[in-house]
């Protein structure tokens, strides 16, 4: 007997094709939602707002120290029960969002924070009045700074997506499971699935590197 | 507090069940925890170093871990090998194995890092100063590289632990599947009990991960 089945590959492509476009749907429509997200509270947390400081300090310190399933079954699975229901694609989406937004504003604010006031203070002194040191200045070398780190974010969320299945969402792992489940065809599923993220998320980690060795913070003094 | 569910959580022994199902996760993430970090060491160095053959095999693994969801991973291991090998497997050794092989990859990529940030200036200055090669190790370089390193391996541990939720999913017995059993078992007498039971999930989750992440920020800002 073969190792795999080449016909049952082959017949189960349409199903992970459908699968793989609802997990890439979901996970920018979240990432996209969390870096939104994330800037406001960096913002916020970098000016220090009063009050909503706090709140959004409290919001990552939750969010970031619990697991997204968790989350999800919260928002899935609790929340019905106080009369807030939400379908399960927009709670997939709001799950990853908040998840990602907490990581990202770390992400943010820490870029932000990176940038010695000796930047802002020479680049005045050059000459350039404030809005063209933050535009020239002080956003170039938060952004290359934040990049790595904004990467390993996305990765990190693109990967979160394949707990959705647990809120009966039809992505990947759960079309890996149901196959699993109906056929047995254990090992065709398995490397499909394996395939399928790795189409998914090669291109992410290679535009990744790229970018990070194209955006390379110069150091100074080292 | 009947409508919110949460008197399902103080019903006979449901609380200390939770707390047993937390303490699954933890242990899970404990020993996955114990593993990679001697292995990431062990592998950290041997990546720091200039072997290109053992470069190029540590980076394909890295970057396997790096692009796989854990719970690919945990498929693979639980479902696939024990089809392949005919072997049987208990689903927390599984999910062990599994960490472990990511906790490994993320400790040795830790490792590589703060080996390699150490600027070559603190060899030479250690060398010019009239330390042997062993003094340089002992007092300069694994002092500085352990104090980068420790904050960011206590940061792993909280992320093992979040990360062993998804044991749940091969049918491991941990807190999140406690909670559902719970959840089913009172159905019937307190129909909201999925609020309840789901925000104390959270909750606990919660207070097995930030008193560590809080310690790994403190050491962080005081050794930085």
Redesign the interface.
Known sequence: ME?LRWDVIVSYLPLYRDAMFLTLRIGWAGIFAAVGLGFVCALVRHFRVPILQNIVGIYI??F????L???L??LY??????GLEIPAEPCGVLGLALLGGAYMAETFRSGLEAIEPIQMESALSLGMTRQQAVLHVILPQAVSISVPAFVANV?FLL?????F??ISLMDL?FT??DL?GLYYK??EC?TL??VF??II??PV?ALGSFLERRLRYAGFG? | MQALGIDVLFKGINMQRLLGGLWISLRISLIAVAFSIVLGLIVGVLMAGDNPVIKAVTRVYLEIVRVMPQMVLLFIVFFGTTRVFGWNIEAEIASIIVFTFWGTAEMADLVRGALISIPKHQYESAAALGMEEGQIYRHIIIPQTLRRLIPLSINLVTRMIKTTSLAMMIGVVEVLKVGQQIIEANRKSSPNAAFGVYACVFVLYFAACWPISMFSKYLERKWS
């Open positions: 190792l310190e939750l970031r120290n619990t697991p399933l968790v989350q079954f919260f699975f609790g929340l019905p029960k106080i990765i990967k979160e997506t394949s707990v299945s647990a792992m890996a499971k699993i254990t090992l398995l699935l394996v993220y790795l998320l090669l980690s080292d």
